[in-house]
């Protein structure tokens, strides 16, 4: 509850079910926390793509029965958005739908291009024309104009030609696509429900609807989905993949598998690899709820302070109080947490969360904390210092606005007025990570490192980015 980073995107599919759009409805519903200001289905009845899409949580905007009878048939892909500023319209709202001379296609997209703009630019200048500002746009062009046979060719055709993070759900008439870019950044992951296939951002959303966990869809991995089953295709260059362990952190819920691992174990872990780093003789172990719950459960254990819920979150607050402006941000921390008095008086307190951003809320909770009665304020992070911006689909502030990328550890201390602050370290945030059944063991980490996986091509050197 320390001002976060926000994931961008959820996306989900279904092939070959009779309630195909109810079961995507109540899977971005379980997706709901990678993003909230807009989100959409569309359906294919077999000969014809149907779209409803709206600003506002999944609930809200699918809240009438009427809404399902227009999206029918056996086949359906969702999305919810978390949008950046300026993209906060109506028209920026996915999957993305259109019809070109092949027939229609629609796309639901978590990630983020890091040439689009580029290949924007070109297309414009050759006469194209965009509705939307969202880089996924790019792709249907490229594929529109892509001249292989195979829709399986079209769209390889188009994703080699675009940089950064993807993983992508596409629908047709007949068929379902989806594809995960070589790095692996974002998760994507299959499942099976009787005789369909669905495939989702997080394993929450196969719970919901009782779905059978199958796999991941490998780094690079397209699947095809149609009325015969489903084919893989390998159809990049193979590189080292690096899913984000910010999803381990902080986006994916605890309770999802990712990158072969249940997320909560590796969120204890960070705990517990924090307390060996940074232990320090306290009475109570508190968490910002909910985000730092498991981190702190991890350091209580290992620390042996007892873990108390010293803070009590209102989870009944509204979007309207956590809009991104000063003002209101200010009223809005007060509105969402509020200290146990009896925890906190007289104590000191070990505070645990995932990460300091701007490090503005964080010094609202520590004065909180701190009215309440506490004699100690020590904080504990349970990811390193976030210094660098995300360029692979997560929406982080300017470089500037990162409080770490410009205070140093006792400064931001002074600054959110605790009596220390511990950060997790690069290598043990790694080795935590790298845990017992975990597949990827080369993660980015580019926001606390500044080692960017995938560079920027329209940059002549990274140093123009001033990242190092
Ligand atoms: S830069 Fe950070 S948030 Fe972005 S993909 Fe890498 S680890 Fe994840």
Redo the contacts with the bound molecule.
């Keep these: 509850m320390f001002d976060k980073?926000h994931d961008h995107c959820g996306v989900f599919g279904i092939y070959g079910h009779p309630e195909a759009a109810n079961l995507t409805y109540l899977g971005l519903y379980a997706l709901q926390h990678r993003g909230q200001e807009s989100c959409g289905i569309v359906a294919s009845d077999g000969t014809k793509l149907r779209a409803y899409r709206g600003m506002g949580l999944v609930a809200d905007v699918f809240k009438n029965d009427a809404t399902f009878e227009g999206l029918p048939g056996p086949n359906a892909i969702g999305h919810v958005r978390y949008s950046t500023a300026g993209g906060s319209d109506v028209k920026n709202c996915q999957p993305i739908m259109v019809d070109y001379h092949r027939g229609s296609i629609a796309v639901a997209h978590n990630g983020n291009l890091v040439n689009a703009q580029e290949i924007r630019n070109g297309l414009e200048q050759e006469g194209a024309i965009f509705s939307t500002i969202a880089d996924t746009e790019v792709i249907i062009h490229l594929i529109a104009r892509a001249q292989c046979d195979s829709l399986a060719d079209r769209i390889a055709e188009a994703l080699k030609v675009v940089k950064g993070?993807f993983s992508l759900v596409f629908l047709t008439e007949t068929r379902l696509v989806a594809v995960r870019d070589p790095n692996g950044?974002r998760p994507l992951l299959l499942a099976k429900l009787g005789g369909s296939y669905v495939v989702a951002s997080e394993t929450c959303a196969f719970d919901l609807i009782e779905a059978e966990f199958i796999r991941e869809i490998e780094p690079g991995e397209m699947v095809v989905i149609n009325k015969h089953g489903l084919k893989s295709y390998f159809p990049f260059g193979k590189v080292n993949p690096?899913p984000?362990?910010?999803?381990f952190i902080y986006f994916a819920r605890p309770d999802s598998t990712i990158f072969g691992t249940q997320v909560y174990p590796v969120r204890k872990e960070f705990g517990r690899q924090l307390a060996r780093e940074h232990g320090i003789d306290a009475d109570v172990v508190v968490p910002i709820p909910d985000s730092g719950v498991p981190a702190a459960l991890g350091y209580a254990e290992e620390s042996g302070i007892p873990f108390q819920l010293g803070l009590i979150r209102n989870h009944y607050v509204g979007r309207t109080f956590i809009e991104p402006q000063q003002t209101i941000r200010h009223f809005g921390v007060k509105l969402k947490l509020n200290p146990v008095r009896d925890v906190i008086a007289g104590k000191r307190v070990v505070v645990i969360d995932d990460s300091i951003v701007r490090g503005t809320t964080a010094r609202k909770i520590i004065k909180m904390i701190r009215n309440a009665g506490a004699r100690e304020i020590h904080v504990r992070i349970s990811s390193p210092p976030t210094s660098?911006?995300?360029?692979?689909?997560?929406d982080?502030p300017t470089r500037k606005e990162l409080i770490s990328s410009s205070h140093s550890i006792e400064e931001i201390n002074r600054y959110i007025t605790s009596d220390s602050l511990g950060y997790l370290s690069r290598e043990g945030m790694r080795a935590a990570a790298g845990a017992p059944g975990g597949s990827c063991g080369h993660?980015?980490?580019?926001?606390?490192s500044g080692f960017?996986?995938v560079k920027f091509p329209r940059l002549k050197s990274d140093s123009q980015l001033g990242l190092f």
């Design positions: 980073l993070a950044f690096s984000c362990i910010f999803e660098f911006p995300c360029y692979y689909g997560i982080t993660f980015c980490d580019a926001c606390f960017y996986p």
